[in-house]
């Protein structure tokens, strides 16, 4: 069994960064693309940053492209997630997440022509660490 662990929340002014770190264990031979998925209570789960078992080609949310960056370091089974100019919208608990097969499945919404990936692809969960964005 795979299992996860996120670090590197805490608390930070608008305007600051923070780099959040997904370690995994237990991987074994198989492929698994990584995802960073957000939470803020009463609001579903969304997807914010994904990266596929190659490390090439990572998918972001629209409203933090060009903010955060997602990376892998398979020599550490690790995937990192560096976020810049942090808002209060930023607020969240995150979570990693894996997905077997190795691939960051998206699906398009042609109403607001928008693509997203699901929490449902991804079987693995870590616990989550608290983002806090505040003046």
């Known amino acids: 069994q795979v299992h996860l662990r996120e670090s590197g929340g805490g608390s930070v002014q608008p305007g600051g960064s923070l780099t959040l770190s997904c370690v995994a264990s237990r991987l074994g031979h198989e492929k698994y693309a990584i995802g960073w998925f957000r939470q803020v209570p009463g609001k579903e789960r969304e997807g914010v940053a994904c990266?596929?078992?190659?490390?090439?080609?990572?998918y972001y949310l629209d409203s933090v492209k060009d903010r955060f960056t997602i990376s892998r370091d398979d020599a550490n089974n690790a995937v990192s997630l560096q976020m810049t100019s942090l808002t209060p919208n930023d607020t969240a608990m995150y979570y990693c997440?894996?997905?077997?097969?190795?691939?960051?499945?998206?699906?398009?919404?042609?109403?607001?022509?928008?693509?997203?990936?699901?929490?449902?692809?991804?079987?693995?969960w870590g616990q989550g660490t608290q983002v806090t964005v505040s003046a």
């Open positions: 990266i596929d078992w190659r490390g090439v080609s990572p």
């Open positions: 997440a894996a997905s077997r097969g190795g691939l960051c499945k998206r699906y398009y919404d042609p109403t607001s022509r928008t693509s997203s990936f699901s929490p449902t692809d991804f079987t693995v």
